[in-house]
């Protein structure tokens, strides 16, 4: 392959790169947004550390999520 081709595909692959990043960001940002309510309403700490997931019910605990992801990354 000639320079040209590899600068071509180098800007391709940054571009991709940093489509990747915004997407990450866009996604954070709306999460967050749209959960921030909930959170102030419940409170952070039984958000964290509450144990039940019953979002019809009001309760919104995310604990065993969190372990969850813990152990299965480990």
């Known amino acids: 392959m000639n320079k040209v081709s590899h600068k071509i595909i180098e800007k391709l692959f940054i571009l ?5 990043i915004l997407s990450l960001f866009l996604i954070m940002f709306f999460i967050f947004f749209r ?3 909930a959170i102030f309403e419940i409170g952070f700490g039984n958000f964290v550390f509450g144990t039940d997931w019953k979002p019809t019910g ?3 605990g995310i ?4 372990v969850s992801i813990l152990l299965s990354t480990h």
């Open 16 to 20: 991709a790169a940093a489509i990747c």
């Open 35 to 37: 959960g921030t309510p």
């Open 58 to 60: 009001g309760l919104f």
């Open 63 to 66: 604990l065993p999520m969190i």
